[in-house]
């Protein structure tokens, strides 16, 4: 085992469900190291909307104390004996999955994300019965298989967002046949959104993008997208485009008045549409008709494998990459979360390091 200086284990936390903007400096009980495992000394972390969603209890009730965050990279200080491909002082990254049981199907077909018994890098429970908690904080430890390499020529503000962010785009575009010759549509542009335009376009994907508002039109543009559409109540946005995308990835968090059959009609033969916006509140019913003209598909997705992970890492580097976004000290993890909560960012948030 490699080891270096200790590091302590501290973050900001939610300690009052009611009042979920306001954060305390807590100490926490990080996960019992394992020869398997590696720790990893925080210097960035992304805001994302999951975070928002768990602590505004969007999702569910939470018990407090509850330290959210999981875009992290930062620098190995502890490396386990069994780690392979990892030492102390090497840049890493930790997204939003840090366990599973490393013995089913999926875990043996780089399809761990849907591991039975995964676990959260937040608001969850290691076997032992340790409680999960995230990258607003000092430090992490995670098994190896949720470790991943941060590429040389990538800077860790820019990795930070794409372990959660990006990776729950990427891995919908390659697994549902985004690259060169197909159209791919992209439905909401926030901090997911931008990423699967940026990735599906360096997939090699005719992107269009979709918007209900004009006020993105520009930014779009520069992010690399063909086409900007936006988008209207009564459906007029999509009759051009009936039967003409090959792949659709909605970003949208939002489920009130969401057109789906809309979207569903601009499906080519056999189309998916991929959903990867978790909402609140339920979509609106889908009538079976919705699918028969274009034998569609409608699915989710969820986070990505370490597979996808590097490679995802690998093809920002190669075709450089980089997110839109705005740093802020962790100490400001308040005002980040109620900004992103009024959809005030374009388009990532990703804090830096201030409690060392």
């Known amino acids: 085992m490699s080891s270096a200086s200790q590091v302590p284990f501290k973050g900001y936390a939610v300690t009052n ?12 009980k990080p996960k019992n ?3 398997t495992d590696v720790e990893i000394a925080i210097t960035h972390c992304g805001v994302c909307g999951s ?3 768990t602590i505004t209890s969007g999702w569910g009730d939470i018990e407090p104390p509850l330290i959210v965050g999981h875009e992290i990279v930062g620098k190995a200080t502890k490396v386990g004996s069994a780690v392979n491909g990892i030492k102390v002082g090497d840049r890493v990254g930790v997204g939003a999955q840090i366990g599973s049981c490393l013995e089913c199907e999926a875990c043996h077909t780089d399809n761990e994300q849907y591991c039975p018994k995964g676990i959260d890098t937040y608001n969850a429970e290691y076997p032992d019965g340790v409680k999960t908690m995230g990258g607003y904080s000092t430090a992490i430890r995670a098994h190896e298989r949720f470790v991943f390499p941060i590429p040389d020529a990538m800077e860790s503000k820019h990795a930070a967002s794409m372990l959660c962010a990006g990776l729950t785009v990427y891995s919908p575009l390659v697994r549902d046949g985004c690259g060169p010759g197909k159209k791919v549509g992209i439905v909401g ?11 599906a376009k360096a997939l090699g994907a005719e992107v269009y993008a979709f918007t209900h508002s004009d006020s993105k039109t520009q930014d779009i543009k520069k992010m690399g997208a063909d086409h900007v559409i936006v988008t209207d109540k009564d459906g007029e946005f999509a009759k051009p485009l009936a039967q003409k995308l090959h792949l659709i990835v909605s970003t949208r968090d939002v489920a009130d008045d969401m057109p789906l059959v809309d979207y569903i009609s601009m499906l ?5 549409m ?7 509140k339920p979509f609106p019913p889908i009538p079976g008709f919705a699918f028969t003209t274009n034998g569609s598909l409608f699915g989710g997705s969820k986070i990505g494998s370490k597979k996808e992970a590097l490679a995802m890492l690998k093809l920002a580097a190669e075709k450089g990459v980089k997110p839109w976004i705005e740093e802020l000290p962790m100490s400001k993890a308040g005002e980040a979360v109620e900004r992103l909560k009024k959809n005030d960012v374009r388009y990532r948030f990703v804090l830096t390091q201030d409690l060392m």
Not at 189 to 199: P, W
Not at 268 to 272: A, D, I, K, L, P
Not at 274 to 280: F, K, N, S, T
């Open 33 to 35: 190291f394992k020869d």
């Open 51 to 53: 975070d928002v969603h």
């Open 274 to 280: 991929i959903q990867v916006g978790l909402p609140d």
């Open 17 to 28: 469900p009611k009042a979920w903007s306001d954060f305390d400096v807590i100490d926490f």
């Open 189 to 199: 542009i926030g901090g997911l959104g931008h990423y699967a335009i940026m990735f």
């Open 268 to 272: 080519w033969v056999q189309g998916h």
